[in-house]
């Protein structure tokens, strides 16, 4: 079963403001990373919150984590046109081995100028 | 330092045909993992080595599928006869030994797959 979903699928907003995209998961996580694809590039690891840390900080992000209600947010503040790109969620589950991430359908970002 | 390269970029193939898709982890990465994502639906795990040996190929969708990381550096994945539903877009990743402090996977940038 799909374990991340990332929602909106879609997200356009204006350079300058900021974007929130949202991810759930159902089973327990050791952890929870967020990856950034840009149009036909590889997957950049942007930030990873493990399951005992509830917000996390890195430069114009910020990513919190709620285990109660098994979801996670990812900010991205002052938006710029270069953070147009896909977002994903990961978990690495606790009982699925700490090597297998699973993965989200993406949030497709598009910040427009 | 150069980043986890993969071959190639792009393969056109027939329905039937086989195709070989090579990785080169980043120099010194024990970890390598094979991923795709199929068109319109979330990237799933394929298999993870460590060094030579498999370590998970539960993700490995059917016999079709076979991956070798012979001398534990580069892994080819080999779809052999290759189906519709094989296209997609096949990234690999590596991490270092005790990547679970770091928890960050360094990928490729993708191997896209179109059989016909």
């Known amino acids: 079963s799909q374990q991340g979903e990332e929602d909106p699928q879609a997200l356009s907003i204006q350079e300058g403001e900021n974007a929130t995209m949202n991810c759930s998961y159902k089973t327990s996580i050791n952890n929870l990373q967020w990856y950034r694809q840009n149009s036909g590039r590889g997957l950049v690891h942007l930030i990873l919150i493990r399951s005992n840390e509830r917000e996390k900080h890195s430069g114009r992000l910020r990513v919190t984590l709620d285990t109660s209600k098994k979801s996670s947010s990812l900010l991205i503040t002052a938006s710029r046109a270069a953070d147009t790109a896909s977002y994903f969620c990961?978990?690495?589950?606790?009982?699925?081995?700490?090597?297998?991430?699973?993965f989200g359908q993406g949030t497709r970002l598009t910040i427009n100028p | 330092e150069a980043g986890v390269t993969q071959f190639p970029s792009h393969s056109v193939i027939e329905k039937g045909q086989t195709v070989t898709l090579r990785c080169d982890p980043i120099?010194?990465?024990?970890?390598l993992y094979w991923y795709r994502r199929v068109m319109g639906k979330e990237i799933k795990f394929l298999l993870h080595?460590?060094?030579?040996?498999?370590?998970?190929e539960s993700g490995m969708p059917n016999n079709r599928f076979l991956a070798e990381r012979t001398g534990g550096t580069y892994s080819t994945l080999k779809v052999q006869p290759a189906e519709l539903e094989d296209s997609g877009v096949y990234f690999c990743?590596?991490?270092?030994?005790?990547?679970?402090?770091?928890?960050?996977?360094?990928f490729g940038e993708g191997s896209r797959l179109t059989v016909l």
């Open positions: 080595f460590v060094k030579e040996s498999k370590q998970d």
């Open positions: 120099s010194g990465h024990d970890n």
């Open positions: 990961a978990t690495d589950g606790r009982f699925q081995g700490a090597q297998k991430l699973v």
């Open positions: 990743a590596s991490s270092p030994d005790g990547w679970y402090n770091t928890g960050e996977l360094f």
